[in-house]
């Protein structure tokens, strides 16, 4: 019976790699043509939203990406906003892992 579990969560496993699978292709053959460093950027923003560990450090892969595509996006103040958010608490976290495993530190109230 455990082994049975096992593969079916084997499958299941997956299973939840084909829509990651769909829109990597659609990204490469309808996006790559069209603006290369949005499909970059696009494919790494895949990776990182559909992996199963997240880590601050992910986030720079695509970060450092948004320059090559930047004349797609509306740069609107709440666009600007939403960014400026997404770096403040990339710091935040960032910071309070580094205080955490370097320094020994209880940051855990930090992070909650």
Do not use: D
Request: aromatic letters at 12%; glycine letters at 6%; one cysteine or more.
């Amino acid at each position: 019976a455990r082994s049975r579990v096992t593969s079916n969560l084997q499958v299941m496993g997956r299973l939840l790699l084909v829509p990651q699978l769909v829109l990597l292709v659609y990204s490469s053959l309808g996006l790559a043509p069209l603006h290369l460093g949005l499909a970059l950027f696009v494919q790494t923003y895949l990776f990182v939203t559909h992996n199963k560990v997240i880590t601050a450090q992910y986030f720079t892969w695509y970060l450092c990406l948004l320059p090559l595509c930047s004349n797609v996006f509306s740069w609107t103040s709440r666009v600007k906003c939403a960014v400026l958010g997404l770096l403040l608490s990339i710091g935040v976290w960032l910071g309070s892992a580094y205080c955490l495993e370097m320094q020994g530190m209880a940051v855990h109230k930090w992070v909650w």
